[in-house]
Nanobody
Framework: QVQLVESGGGLVQPGGSLKLSCVAS????????MGWSRQAPGKQREWVAT???????HYAESVKGRFTISADNAKNTVYLQMSNLKPEDTAVYFC??????????????WGQGTQVTVSS
């Protein structure tokens, strides 16, 4: 089986920075992409950013210019560097990975989430 584990969440003041990490482990044949989404209290989950195995990245408009997604393919790890954080960035951040464990089918796996709170 495959597991995704996020880390790096916490409390930060507005304007501050935080870096999230997510490691995928288990029986992995190939990772096609990894990404981050977030869910604020009382709101639907919102896509934040994705990085493909090619290195191509995509961002939601709400975080473009403030967040940077990157990946270490050798370590099956994805990062989210968050800068100039705002109170509205407060949410549980979830990591996901589109991968195949047998070279045949593709499955989207999700982590359990890490809390990010932006408050003074």
């Amino acid at each position: 089986q495959v597991q995704l584990v996020e880390s790096g969440g916490g409390l930060v003041q507005p304007g501050g920075s935080l870096k999230l990490s997510c490691v995928a482990s288990g029986s992995i044949f190939k990772i096609y992409s990894m990404g981050w989404s977030r869910q604020a209290p009382g709101k639907q989950r919102e896509w934040v950013a994705t990085v493909a195995d090619s290195g191509i990245t995509h961002y939601a408009e709400s975080v473009k210019g403030r967040f940077t997604i990157s990946a270490d393919n050798a370590k099956n790890t994805v990062y989210l560097q968050m800068s100039n954080l705002k109170p509205e960035d407060t949410a549980v951040y979830f990591c996901n990975s589109d991968l195949t464990w047998d070279g045949l089918g593709r499955t989207d796996y999700w982590g359990q989430g890490t809390q990010v709170t932006v408050s003074s």
